[in-house]
């Protein structure tokens, strides 16, 4: 074989392994780069790549694949890391293996090794198998599997210029690793049998022979369809194939997947060496026992959640928005109003900072202290590995109305942001789950609408913030829950797809990934409110400054209000048929801060307060939780649904739905109210 002597060429690495290995904490020790690390499927559906940091001088590409557990293309994650591992031909495969979790591991390491490119396995997690006492004999192991192995740890970055050294030498060397037989005796004599007859066939790309005779076997229907053979050269292969008769419970590929476990299990048990019994229970373990029972699992979700609002949401998230707004509005706000008054400034140019971009962006900013407070708990939540649980807890309720386990990634990330969370359901099979996954997940509350709450909450409801602001979020899940039920037994009826995940080991959540998190969520929200906030806010501010003949008049004259009282009274029967609420909506539609500042701005100082009731404004945050997303969702969902007709429906419905349900709760309302007092 050939040697790659070009030390100029960009050389193509991948990063394969298991979900949860810590392939995206390569890649960004690797790259520099700052992927989110997530310990659930489906935060790595996309490949990513970047160049090599330090790649002793030379010029290394490194793609991160999605996490897998096999080469069988059943899931998006298997297809999209297959496709790319066979298409694309990569120059060196890094396989990534967790140590602490051999066996699994390696399953996906036999077939990657059958696809005989350069392979070099990257140990990963060598400090939590040394914490553990245990032991790897890896020079055995490299001999065993005839790959190089290289001890690393991604996250503590020891290991990785070792790395990147076997990496360039691989390339250089130009080797593809030979093939060991795994096989039993009997498989492998028919498995060379099937090469033998792709050799006479002459149909095949060679340095694969070993893959795709095993496809051949097991019956992949990819790789037969792939070879577009005759009858007579089907014929031939299987005739040998057919050599292993197989019964109904058993079939070819379990024969395979059989094969390579029995292998695994024979060199590991050498190569491993365990300081605990097998039967230890890890503190995980422990933890797990009771935080994913049968009884306790769910309200045990419910009370975290429960607290974490409480503490958002409650005294201490109070504390800190307090403090922020007495900065933006006392502070910069009062600062701003003296200099433009010591330098003279018009009125309109005073109302405009003043009332306009200080009362709606900075009554906005004010909220985010308490948002990223809210985003660090959940950060922590994740990542310490309790959201898997969570995930793991919901799988078996989302089945209930339909739907798998898969929807709760995409429907947890809408507690973010509708966008991203609308482009993870990539992951789901099926074409009807994922549209059913859209319909439903922009009622998973979205952060930008928190601050709509908090406006809320902080003149109506000081007292019971946290209670309310939970109620508005289960009743948006509920919501989600009775469209799954509608669409699921009507017009989205279909077969669930299994889900398989596994539960990572707790693990104390490094403060990098925690800032990285909060600051994702901090840099959006700081870019929204620097463009459509601010532009909003000067737009509302100039629509309900003037007339239409361009004169400043008091706001019940202004173009605005016009505008606003032309939809007003369709909210009539919601208990908010005030011009200024029905703009606010309006404005939500560019991004759901705007209703926060919009209202901001239309009431200044704190007459909001006199123009809701308790109930109206509890009705005007329902409607505000579940209508239509902002246009940035509508078009991840346009683009994601690839369909005008079911981008509409979704609009259409959630309006509706808002509208209903919201007009429910107040003309509920009053009739209990009413009764009340008779
Ligand atoms: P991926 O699913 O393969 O992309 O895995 P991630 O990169 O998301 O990592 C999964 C988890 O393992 C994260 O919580 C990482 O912080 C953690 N992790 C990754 N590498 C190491 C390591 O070398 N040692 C330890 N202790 N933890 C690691
Ligand atoms: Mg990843």
Request: glycine share 6%; proline share 5%.
């Amino acid at each position: 074989m050939e040697s790659n002597q070009d030390k100029n060429k960009t050389i193509n690495v991948v990063l394969a392994g298991n979900p949860n290995c810590g392939k995206t904490t390569l890649f960004n020790q690797l790259t520099g780069s700052k992927q989110y690390v997530g310990n659930w499927p489906g935060v790595t559906v996309e490949k990513k790549s970047g160049k090599v940091k330090n790649s002793l001088g030379r010029d290394i590409e490194v793609v991160d694949l999605p996490g897998i557990y096999s080469l069988s293309p059943y899931t998006p994650e298997e297809i999209v890391t297959r496709n790319c591992l066979l298409n694309d031909d990569p120059d060196v495969i890094i396989d990534i293996i967790d140590a602490t979790n051999l066996e699994r591991n390696l399953y996906l390491t036999t077939q990657l090794a059958e696809l005989a490119r350069p392979i070099v396995i990257a140990l990963n997690m060598c400090d939590l198998l040394e914490k553990n006492g245990d032991k790897i004999d890896i020079p055995f192991l490299e001999k065993q599997l005839g790959i190089p192995i290289v001890p690393i740890s991604a996250s503590k970055n020891t290991g990785i210029d070792k790395l990147v050294e076997k990496v360039a030498e691989l390339y250089d060397n130009g080797k593809y690793v030979p093939v060991k037989n795994i096989y039993s005796y009997e498989v492998d004599r028919i498995l060379r049998e099937i090469e033998d007859a792709l050799e006479d066939i002459k149909q095949h790309s060679y340095h694969r022979k070993r893959w795709t005779a095993v496809k051949l076997f097991e019956g992949d229907k990819v790789t037969w369809n792939h070879y577009n053979f005759t009858d007579k050269q089907k014929e031939h292969i299987n005739l040998h194939v057919d050599e292993i008769h197989t019964s109904k419970n058993v079939d070819r590929e379990m024969i395979i997947a059989d094969e390579r476990y029995k292998y695994i299990c024979s060199i590991t048990q050498k190569a491993v060496t365990r300081k605990r019994p097998a039967d230890y229970l890890s503190v995980s373990d422990k933890i797990d026992k009771v935080v994913t029972n049968r009884f306790f699992a769910l309200p045990f979700f419910l009370l975290v959640m429960l607290m974490v609002f409480a503490v958002t949401f409650g005294t201490p998230g109070t504390l800190l928005r307090d403090g922020a707004t007495y900065l933006i509005t006392d502070v910069l706000g009062g600062g701003l109003e003296s200099l433009l008054v010591s330098v003279n400034a018009s009125a309109w140019a005073q109302s405009l900072v003043i009332d306009g971009i200080i009362a709606g962006v900075g009554s906005v900013i004010s909220f985010l202290p308490q948002i990223m407070l809210l985003f660090t708990l959940l950060s922590l939540l994740e990542d310490s590995g309790y959201m898997s649980r969570a995930a793991f807890i919901m799988d078996k309720l989302l089945r209930y109305i339909g739907l798998s386990g898969r929807a709760f990634v995409p429907m947890l990330m809408g507690f973010g942001c509708t966008v991203p969370a609308v482009l993870a359901t990539r992951t789901l099979e099926n074409q009807k789950d994922k549209r059913l996954t859209i319909l439903i997940t922009p009622f998973m509350s979205c952060s930008a609408k928190m601050p709509v709450y908090l406006l809320f909450i902080s003149y109506f409801f000081p007292d019971c913030g946290p209670l309310v602001i939970f109620g508005i979020y289960i009743l948006g899940m509920v919501v989600a829950v009775l469209t799954a039920l509608l669409f699921k037994n009507t017009i989205l009826k279909g077969k669930n797809a299994p889900f398989v995940m596994e539960l990572p080991p707790y693990r104390m959540p490094s403060p990098k990934s925690l800032w990285l998190h909060v600051w994702d969520r901090l840099k959006d929200f700081l870019v929204r409110a620097g463009t459509v906030l601010l532009g909003a806010s000067i737009l509302i501010w100039f629509l309900q400054s003037f007339n239409f003949s361009m004169q400043m008049v008091s706001p019940d004259e202004s173009m605005l209000a016009s505008i606003g009282k032309f939809i007003a009274p369709v909210f009539s029967i919601c208990g908010f048929g005030d011009w200024r609420a029905s703009v606010s909506l309006v404005t939500g539609i560019a991004a759901k801060e705007s209703v926060a500042s919009t209202l901001a701005v239309l009431y200044p100082g704190a007459s909001l307060a006199s123009a809701f009731t308790p109930l109206s404004a509890f009705s005007f945050l329902v409607f505000v939780m579940l209508y239509t997303p902002c246009v940035a969702a509508l078009s991840a969902i346009h683009k994601e649904m690839g369909s005008a007709k079911w981008t509409a429906v979704t609009v259409v419905y959630q309006i509706f739905v808002a509208w209903l349900a919201s007009a429910l709760v107040f003309q509920i309302g009053t009739l209990i109210m009413n009764i009340g007092m008779m």
